[in-house]
């Protein structure tokens, strides 16, 4: 049975070398927004919340951060990244451990923002798809 955990703030400092390898997998999926390092110091800044998801023997096989957005009129809990081994097999478990703390903290929605494949995946647990978003890229690559 898989676990997953809020690891306080002061915690992420020294789990660098655990957590990294996943900090490495999701860095290209922000389309050049963030490398390990800025997605790393997001969470030793507190500006995102560090979940880990661990087996029975205590090892992190996956990582899910989260960040509280305060808009004017709507508080929304968002899951702004996932990555990991094997944590399909923990979603319900997950979303509804995030789904409390959403709740607890007075939030009005959840939100992920990711690849079109969230949207089929998280529709069965009564998500919506709300945006889509746009881009264009303006420098040349090559």
Same mark, same amino acid.
């Given at each position: 049975l898989m676990k997953v955990c809020l690891i306080p703030p002061g915690f992420v400092a020294g789990m *660098?070398?655990?957590i990294i390898p996943f900090l490495s997998r999701l860095a290209p999926?922000?389309?050049g927004r963030y490398d390990d390092v800025d997605l790393y110091n997001n969470l030793l800044l507190n500006k995102e919340s560090l979940w880990t998801v661990v087996n029975t023997d205590e090892k992190i096989i996956g990582i899910i951060l989260t960040q509280l957005h305060n808009y004017p009129?709507?508080?929304v809990f968002c899951i !702004? *990244?996932?990555a990991g081994d094997g944590l399909d097999s923990c979603i319900d478990e997950a979303l509804d451990?995030?789904?409390k703390t959403a709740v607890r903290h007075g939030c009005d929605s959840? !939100?992920?923002m990711g690849r079109r494949g969230w949207v089929k995946k998280l529709q069965s647990y009564d998500w919506k798809e709300e945006f889509v978003i746009?881009?264009?890229d303006l420098k040349e690559h090559g």
């Open positions: *660098y070398h655990d999926t922000t389309n009129q709507k508080k !702004q *990244y996932a451990i995030l789904e959840m !939100q992920v746009v881009s264009k």
